[in-house]
């Protein structure tokens, strides 16, 4: 079955370092792959998309790197701050339909001063 | 500001009392889903409309339905809420123009409503 693992529940780091989230899938062939940010209480917001036929894709302080051949997606954030502290979900959407959205459970991240 | 708005934010029904969460937008997009979200998990999609054709997720239980009147407004209706119905309930919007036009895949979420089952 079809299958979305983020590296971990919870990840901590120190304020300037980089943050390196990890999202592998199994029997899944993404078109595309995005990023989101989920405040506790609120609705994730989207970040970035990036396409199976790009390697990379940046937008200020963000990275995100997709692999079809590991089946993983990296989501850096460089120079961290505590206000990027947040759980930050994955999510795939086949070739087959640009509605369906499968999302993986998520990391926490905790960027402490 | 264009934004998904849902209302209430938090609420309380009974069990087996049926009970109504209302989303809308003013992002004009023809695509609306609803997810549930429970603690510490993936939002899981339930369905989604898209312009008017309802899309029902094929493990979605029958005790939750939806409307969208018009392109503005989504019900979510639960019929005989359990306790594990009792979870967040996120609306998200898209833009979806099909082959024929220029689709935006991120999709805008509301704050969503946070539901209990007493």
């Known amino acids: 079955s079809q299958k979305i693992e983020q590296n971990s529940e919870a990840l901590n780091i120190q304020e300037g370092k980089t943050a390196t989230l990890t999202c592998n899938y199994t029997?899944?062939?993404?078109?595309?792959l995005q990023w989101y940010r989920q405040d506790p209480g609120r609705g994730p917001v989207f970040l970035l998309l990036?396409?199976?036929?790009?390697k990379e894709k940046r937008k200020e302080r963000l990275k995100v790197t997709f692999d079809t051949t590991l089946k993983q997606s990296l989501f850096h954030i460089t120079a961290s701050q505590p206000a990027d502290s947040a759980t930050y979900l994955c999510a795939f959407i086949s070739s087959g339909s640009a509605r369906q959205l499968t999302f993986g459970s998520g990391t926490q991240l905790t960027v402490l001063p | 500001d264009a934004m998904v708005i849902q209302n209430p934010r938090y609420q309380v029904t009974q069990f087996g009392k049926p009970v109504t969460l209302s989303c809308s937008q003013t992002?004009?997009?023809?695509?609306m889903y609803w997810y549930q979200q429970k603690s510490s998990q993936a939002p899981k999609l339930l369905f989604h409309y898209y312009d008017k054709d309802f899309n029902n997720e094929a493990d979605t239980p029958d005790n939750f339905q939806s409307r969208r009147p018009n392109t503005s407004f989504c019900f979510l209706d639960i019929r005989s809420p359990g306790l594990g119905d009792a979870a967040m309930y996120l609306c998200?919007?898209?833009?979806?123009?099909?082959?024929?036009?220029?689709?935006?895949?991120?999709?805008?979420f509301g704050p969503g409503t946070r539901l209990t089952v007493t």
């Open positions: 029997n899944y062939s993404p078109a595309y």
């Open positions: 998200a919007t898209s833009r979806d123009l099909g082959s024929g036009g220029t689709s935006s895949y991120e999709q805008y």
């Open positions: 992002l004009n997009h023809n695509v």
């Open positions: 990036i396409r199976e036929n790009e």
